[in-house]
């Protein structure tokens, strides 16, 4: 189980590490360019969920191999990322185990802290997603949260699986599995049917006028 | 007091959070976007000053019910956004009292963690604005900083006070009333009257080629 | 030796500042968005740098003078930005002398909280840029890291010579001194020869129905 673990982990960083240095190929960044935008999106979840949580140093200050394995990323999609570009779609499903790693990962250092259920789903969904909003932010890209994917909401349900099946006592490695499935069904029907979920559809308002005639 | 301090606590929280779900329902994103842009608005300044003084875990890890308030008001404002933007200018003046209540209680936070009067100051600023700040970039929206609006410079006059009239040794709720009091006409006479301050105006500069050759 | 480092300390932060309130003074924000965007600027690398650390609070929260030198830079630029904006190539040239001192100084304090070389130079790197980004994202600018500049590429430069002198034992001021020769050389060749480094070209990838029909 605990190789299981650290292999997920590592392919969770490659995998996001890999989309922040296509960002870069794509806005034409040179080399290091890809360094910074592979890290940010490697390390970056993780890195907020551990200063919200108040673990000083963060995680790749005292294990420096995960900031270093983004940045031997960057290299080697530099040099490459016509191939990662061409598989765009199977990118995107790798993306999603990373995403469904995370999810739980994030959540469950949350317990480990000894944090309330909310905030520790809270810890999973921020640990999965804000690699890839600050991403979006340094890039100067449409950012993930404006796109209208079932992606943070992917991440919310693996994390609420696994905090559930935890309080409900469910032995050891059953939350992690569950939570993890949940969230890349989830993401996985919503890349395969391109699913979304119903925005916020504006309906016409009260004319403030009249909203004042009635005295409120 | 204490009573008034925490109604107007929660008051705060609610209106922040209403103006980020206002954000997502002008970019209509899903329920869950709404969530993310109310939590972020709604603790994000006060979490910012928490990261800064390093107090560890930040306030809503240790007291959930913060960011729960949050959560709740971003689905109440899914399904009832036409209310609060039908109501656009009241939003704005209790937005104020929010921005009032918080530029003296991140100030008070400074001075209770023993720091000098000019960071106390600038503690009271950053909770107050930068949950809209941070609203504001992952919200894809123009900058509240941009905009030429007496906002920042509200709270810095409401915290400024507050930390003033404290180091002058006035009795306990004093500082506090003063402070929110002034904070609040500043912001309300911007709003009543469409103040700015003066922007910066470009002057034509010297000639570069001419100060080369003056030596310069 | 000492005094040096002060003077330099300093320096660093006013150039910073002053390149923050330019952006401003572009934006013709009023004198406290010239406030914000200096202090961010002038001492927000540090304060990242801190914050992954887990140095607490950050630096300037115990040492209020490096807030109250980029507030003062704001004030005295709002009247006079158009000195700075006539000697853009000069500040250029100044910003490059800050980013040397940062690089190696951020580095230093990594390598004094006892972290792992790596992890050393990546807070070198840090220090000295993330002051930028933020201006840059907070004053809705194109961020410093789109642009083709060799900029993060002298601080990592700088950075990395610092550490592998000081690695190979090279006696006390040598190695921040090579460090921060090297940065400053290799950013003033960059000003001087407009040069880039060369960035990610688009290749054709292969067709991704190829791709299919080859079984990958």
Redesign the interface.
């Known amino acids: 189980m605990t190789a299981v673990v650290v292999v997920l982990d590592w392919f969770g960083i490659i995998v996001f590490a890999v989309t922040g240095a296509l960002v870069?190929?794509r806005?034409?960044?040179?080399?290091?360019?890809?360094m910074?935008?592979a890290?940010v999106t490697g390390v970056g979840g993780g890195?907020v969920r551990d200063?919200?949580?108040?673990v000083?140093?963060?995680f790749?200050?005292?294990e420096?191999r995960y900031?270093?394995l983004s940045l031997v990323v960057a290299v080697l999609v530099?040099f490459t990322?016509?191939?990662p570009?061409?598989?765009y779609?199977l990118l995107l499903w790798l993306d999603a185990v990373g995403l469904s790693f995370f999810c739980v990962v994030g959540a469950e250092r949350g317990l480990e802290?000894g944090?309330?259920p909310?905030?520790a789903v809270?810890m999973g969904v921020v640990t999965a997603t804000f690699g890839g909003?600050i991403r979006d932010?340094?890039?100067?890209e449409?950012?993930l949260?404006?796109r209208?994917e079932i992606y943070?909401?992917a991440a919310?349900a693996g994390a609420g699986t696994f905090v559930a099946a935890d309080a409900a006592g469910l032995p050891e490695p059953l939350p992690l599995l569950l939570g993890f499935a949940l969230c890349l069904l989830v993401r996985g029907l919503a890349l395969a049917f391109h699913w979304?979920?119903?925005?916020?559809?504006?309906?016409?308002?009260?004319?403030?006028d009249e909203?004042r005639r009635l005295g409120?």
């Open positions: 870069a190929s806005k034409q960044m040179d080399i290091f360019g890809f910074l935008l890290a890195t200063l919200l949580l108040g000083a140093p963060v790749w200050v005292s420096p900031l270093g530099f990322a016509h191939i570009e061409s598989r779609r802290a944090i309330s909310l905030i809270v909003i932010i340094l890039g100067g449409s950012p949260i404006l209208r943070v909401t919310l979304s979920l119903p925005p916020y559809r504006p309906r016409p308002g009260r004319d403030p909203l409120l």
